[in-house]
Nanobody
Framework: QVQLVESGGGLVQAGGSLRLSCAAS????????MGWFRQAPGTPEEEREF???????????TYADSVKGRFTISRDNAKNTVWLHMNSLKPEDTAVYYC?????????????????WGQGTQVTVSS
C-alpha cells in the first residue's frame, strides 16, 4: 500500500530554518505530483492549507503566497523523497505539516485533489 512518511519537524525560533522530508513507497513516485499542506492548531482537517506543490520531475513548483520566497520544495525521484525547505520561519508557520501525493497531471492546490497523505510532522516556531 502507499505510504508517505514525513520527518524533520521540531521546535525552532522565529527566523530559523527547518527541512522536512517525505519518503514515499508503494506508488510510482516519478509520476506522482507531490504537495505539502499544513494544519494549524484548532483548525479542522478540511481546512488544511496549501503550502506548495512540485511536478513529476521537479521542474515546476508553485507556492502559497504566505510562504513564497521563504519555502522551497525539491524532490529526488531516485530516492522517492520530497523535501520542504523552510527558511525565515514565523510563529504563524506553526502547524502540522503533511505531504500528499496524487497521480496524473496538474498541480492542484486543493487537498481533495490528493489521494494519499502522510501522518504529518509538527513544526512549532517560537517568537
Amino acid at each position: 500500500q502507499v505510504q508517505l512518511v514525513e520527518s524533520g519537524g521540531g521546535l525552532v525560533q522565529a527566523g530559523g530554518s527547518l527541512r522536512l522530508s517525505c519518503a514515499a513507497s508503494g506508488l510510482t513516485f516519478s509520476t506522482s505530483v507531490m504537495g505539502w499542506f499544513r494544519q494549524a492548531p484548532g483548525t479542522p482537517e478540511e481546512e488544511r492549507e496549501f503550502v506548495g506543490v512540485v511536478s513529476w520531475g521537479g521542474e515546476i513548483t508553485t507556492y502559497a503566497d504566505s510562504v513564497k520566497g521563504r519555502f522551497t520544495i525539491s524532490r529526488d525521484n531516485a530516492k522517492n523523497t520530497v523535501w520542504l525547505h523552510m527558511n525565515s520561519l514565523k510563529p504563524e508557520d506553526t502547524a502540522v505539516y503533511y505531504c500528499a501525493a496524487r497521480r496524473g497531471f496538474g498541480l492542484p492546490h486543493g487537498p481533495n485533489e490528493y489521494a494519499y497523505w502522510g501522518q504529518g510532522t509538527q513544526v512549532t516556531v517560537s517568537s
